[in-house]
T-cell receptor, first 108, second 113 residues
């Protein structure tokens, strides 16, 4: 069965410190993985997807098929990174399965 | 482009009442979906549609109905509201492609008393 696990409900980091949000998945086929972000009072939006292999707002995420993980990382957290982050897995039809989400709080 | 719009933004219902949450998109997207967002549970798929006239159930469809008569609109109907349906509801749309970005509406916060 398809599953996305985000083990941390809340991640509190200091400004300038590295931040890593964990995401593990289970999927029988070739996975398509995404990170979506929801800033306060804004709608949910795409942050990045693994097929793009890009860095957005300093964030990167590497798909590790051996460990079935897609962790999100940023070397130096900023206060504007405070938000709710969701890892999501797309099935072959394009339906998204979301993880429970990780709330990131960056304190100055 | 308005993107994905949802109405109303807030709604309070009494148990047993029915209502329709509206969703519209102007991007000519084939794929539309409804999610509910609950604390600690992320977003869960209620119903989705891959094109006009085609709908299917998601993870938590009970108590909800959908229809898709046009490409633009995808309303979600609560047949007989229950307190367990208190949640924030999001509509999303995308091109019908596995790796496509989904665009989300601003959400509807529903409280059922």
């Amino acid at each position: 069965a398809q599953r996305v696990t985000q083990p941390e409900k809340l991640l509190s980091v200091f400004k300038g410190a590295p931040v890593e949000l964990k995401c593990n998945y289970s999927y029988s086929g070739s996975p398509e993985l995404f990170w979506y972000v929801q800033y306060s009072r804004q709608r949910l939006q795409l942050l990045l997807r693994h097929i793009s292999r890009e860095s957005i707002k300093g964030f990167t995420a590497d798909l590790n098929k051996g460990e079935t993980s897609f962790h999100l990382k940023k070397p130096f957290a900023q206060e504007e990174d405070s938000a709710m982050y969701y890892c999501a897995l797309s099935d072959s039809w394009g339906k998204l399965q979301f993880g429970a989400g990780t709330q990131v709080v960056v304190t100055p | 482009n308005a993107g994905v719009t949802q109405t109303p933004k807030f709604q309070v219902l009494k148990t047993g009442q029915s209502m329709t949450l509206q969703c519209a998109q102007d991007m000519n997207h084939e794929y539309m979906s409804w999610y509910r967002q609950d604390p600690g549970m992320g977003l869960r798929l209620i119903h989705y549609s891959v094109g006009a006239g085609i709908t299917d159930q998601g993870e938590v469809p009970n108590g909800y109905n959908v229809s898709r008569s046009t490409t633009e609109d995808f309303p979600l109907r609560l047949l007989s509201a229950a307190p367990s349906q208190t949640s924030v509801y999001f509509c999303a749309s995308s091109y019908r492609s596995r790796g496509a970005e989904q665009f989300f509406g601003p959400g509807t916060r529903l409280t059922v008393l």
